[in-house]
C-alpha cells in the first residue's frame, strides 16, 4: 500500500524539480549564449574599428593577417567584406565553407550593409546545429563601406550548456531521492498496522473470532484505531461465547426434565384402554416429546460445531470411504438407489465439525423428504469464479439462515465476504434426487432456522441440519446451495439438490530426491 503512496508523491516531487528545473535549465542555457554572443560581438567590433582604418589607409596586410591568426586560434572564420558582398580581408576558404551551411548568412550581412547591428540568435539548444553569426557594419550611418562578419562553431557552448543541465538534473534528483528514501519508511511504519488491521477483518469474516489487531505499532490514531476494534472483537466474541454457552446449556439442562417427562408419560401407557380416546392423546403426547428431544439434541449439536472454527485440508476419498457403504444400505432398505460419481484424488478443505457429517444430513433429507427413487453424489473441481451457483441468493455466516431437513430450493449459504472460488476454484459436492423438490418460491426460506417445508410438517425433523451445514461450509470459505435435482420419473418437474462448495486445496507432492540423497522440501 505504501508503493500506492510514493506512486502520488514521486510524481508531485518530479513536478515540482520540473518546475523549478526547467526555468532554471532555460536561464543557464539563455546566458551561455549571451556571453557568447559578447564575446564575438566584442571581436567583430574590434576588427570593424580596425578594418575601417586599414581600408581607409590602404594598409591592409596588418588586419588580414590578424584575422587569420584569430581563425587558426579559435577555429572561427571571421571575414571583411565589402558593399557588393566580395570579401576583401580574412581566410576566404573557411569563411566561404561556413557561409554555405548559414542559409541566414546573407540576411545578416545585408542589415549590416545597412547599418544595423546583428542581434543574437535564439537556437541555444543542445539539439540545434546552427552557427552564430554576427556582423558589425565598417564606417557609420550612410559611409558604411562593409561589415566585418564572424561565424561561430556553436558546439562546445551547446556541450556547456548540456553539462550544466546535467548537473541541475543531478541536483534536482538528489531531493527526489530524499524524498523516497524518507517516504517508504515512513508510509510503511504508517501503513503496516492498516494491512495487519485488514487481514485481521479478513479473518474475522471467516469465523476466527479470536484474531486481534497489533495496538502498539504505528501513528496514534491508528493505535487508537486498532485499540477500539480490539474492544469491539472482545465485546463480540464474548456475546458470541455466551449464546453459544445459553444454547448448549439450555438444551443440556432441559433433556433431564424432559425424558423424566417422556419415562412419566410412557408409564401412562398399561393404564390406558384400548377402545378409548386416551390412546389417541397417549401417542400425541410421546410424538410431541420425541420431536423436543431431537430439537435439544440438533441445538446442542449446532452449539458445540459451532464453537469449532478451524478448518483443515482433508481427501474426499478418505471422507467417500468411511460413508459410501453405509448410505447404500440406508437407501437400499428404503428401497431407493444410490449412485456415486466423485473423481479421485480431490482434495478440500473441510469445514468444521466433518465433511461427512454435511454429506450425512444431505443424504438424510433425501432419504426422509423426498419420496425419491434415485439418489446421485457426484463432485467436481470448478476452476476460478465459476464455482457458484446460477441463480442462486447468498447468505452470509452471520445471516443463518436454515431448513434442516427439508430445503428443497435454489439458495445459497456461505462466507459472508467475496465469493469462495475466488482464487484456486472449489469442489463442488452434490447430492441430487428425483423426488418431490420445493417450489422455487420457498428456496429463499429452505436456508432458515427451523423452517419447514408445508408437506414435512409430519415428517420428523428440526429444520435446524441445513441451517448448520451451511454455517460450517461459509466457515470454511465455502457455500452451500439449493438447486433443482433429478428429473422426476413421471415428468412433472424436477427433485432436489444439495450443492456443497468447498476450496479446493493443491494435492501434495512428494519430496523430490537430489543427487546428493538430501530430500528437497514439499512443495504443496
Not at 58 to 87: C, F, K, M, N, W
Not at 144 to 173: F, P
Amino acid at each position: 500500500m505504501h508503493r500506492r503512496l510514493l506512486v502520488v508523491l514521486v510524481p508531485l516531487a518530479v513536478l515540482l524539480v520540473a518546475a523549478l528545473g526547467v526555468p532554471l535549465s532555460v536561464t543557464v542555457a539563455e546566458r551561455e549564449m549571451q556571453e557568447t554572443y559578447v564575446d564575438r560581438l566584442n571581436d567583430v567590433g574590434r576588427f570593424a574599428s580596425l578594418a575601417e582604418t586599414a581600408l581607409s589607409t590602404g594598409r591592409t596586410e596588418a588586419l588580414h593577417q590578424e584575422l587569420a591568426r584569430y581563425h587558426e586560434l579559435y577555429g572561427i572564420p571571421v571575414a571583411v567584406i565589402d558593399i557588393s558582398g566580395t570579401v576583401l580581408l580574412g581566410p576566404t576558404g573557411a569563411y566561404r565553407e561556413a557561409a554555405r551551411a548559414e542559409p541566414a548568412l546573407p540576411r545578416i550581412v545585408t542589415a549590416a550593409l545597412a547599418g544595423a547591428r546583428s542581434e543574437p540568435s535564439g537556437a541555444w539548444a543542445p539539439w540545434d546545429d546552427s552557427a552564430l553569426v554576427v556582423a558589425e557594419p565598417v564606417g557609420r550611418d550612410s559611409e558604411v563601406v562593409g561589415t566585418v562578419v564572424t561565424i561561430s562553431d556553436l558546439s562546445r557552448t551547446r556541450y556547456r550548456i548540456l553539462v550544466r543541465w546535467t548537473q541541475l538534473a543531478g541536483l534536482g534528483l538528489l531531493p527526489l531521492v530524499a524524498l523516497v528514501a524518507v517516504a517508504w519508511p515512513v508510509s510503511a511504519w504508517v501503513l503496516r498496522p492498516v494491512r495487519e488491521l485488514d487481514a485481521a477483518s479478513s479473518r474475522i469474516s471467516r469465523g476466527d473470532l479470536t484474531i486481534r489487531a497489533d495496538a502498539e505499532a504505528g501513528p496514534v490514531e491508528l493505535r487508537r484505531l486498532a485499540g477500539s476494534f480490539n474492544t469491539m472483537m472482545d465485546a463480540v466474541e464474548n456475546a458470541v461465547q455466551r449464546q453459544r454457552a445459553f444454547v448448549s446449556d439450555a438444551s443440556h439442562q432441559l433433556r433431564n426434565p424432559l425424558t423424566s417427562l417422556r419415562l412419566a408419560v410412557e408409564s401412562l401407557e398399561p393404564h390406558l384402554r384400548a377402545d378409548g380416546d386416551g390412546r389417541q392423546v397417549y401417542d400425541v403426547a410421546v410424538d410431541e416429546l420425541k420431536a423436543m428431544q431431537r430439537m435439544l439434541n440438533s441445538l446442542q449439536a449446532s452449539a458445540r460445531m459451532e464453537s469449532i472454527r478451524t478448518a483443515s485440508p482433508v481427501d474426499l476419498d478418505a471422507v467417500l470411504a468411511t460413508r459410501v457403504d453405509r448410505w447404500r444400505a440406508l437407501t437400499a432398505t428404503a428401497g431407493q438407489t444410490l449412485t456415486v460419481d466423485v473423481p479421485p484424488g480431490l482434495r478440500l478443505l473441510e469445514p468444521p465439525g466433518g465433511l461427512g457429517s454435511i454429506l450425512d444430513e444431505l443424504i438424510s433429507n433425501a432419504l426422509r423428504l423426498s419420496d425419491a427413487r434415485v439418489v446421485e453424489v457426484t463432485a467436481r473441481v470448478v476452476p476460478g469464479d465459476a464455482g457458484t451457483g446460477h441463480g442462486s441468493s447468498s447468505a452470509g455466516i452471520g445471516h443463518r439462515g436454515s431448513s434442516a431437513d427439508t430445503g428443497h430450493g435454489s439458495s445459497s449459504a456461505g462466507i459472508g465476504h467475496g465469493n469462495p472460488s475466488a482464487a484456486g476454484g472449489v469442489v463442488t459436492i452434490a447430492v441430487r434426487d428425483d423426488g418431490q423438490g420445493i417450489d422455487a418460491s420457498e428456496r429463499a426460506q429452505a436456508l432458515q432456522r427451523f423452517w419447514r417445508s408445508p408437506r414435512h410438517q409430519n415428517v420428523p425433523g428440526t429444520g435446524l441440519g441445513l441451517a448448520i451445514c451451511a454455517d460450517l461450509a461459509g466457515a470454511a470459505g465455502g457455500e452451500l446451495r439449493l438447486e433443482e435435482g433429478l428429473p422426476r420419473p413421471d415428468g412433472s418437474g424436477h427433485g432436489f439438490a444439495a450443492v456443497v462448495a468447498l476450496p479446493v486445496v493443491p494435492p501434495v507432492v512428494p519430496p523430490v530426491v537430489s543427487s546428493s540423497g538430501v530430500p528437497a522440501p514439499p512443495r504443496v
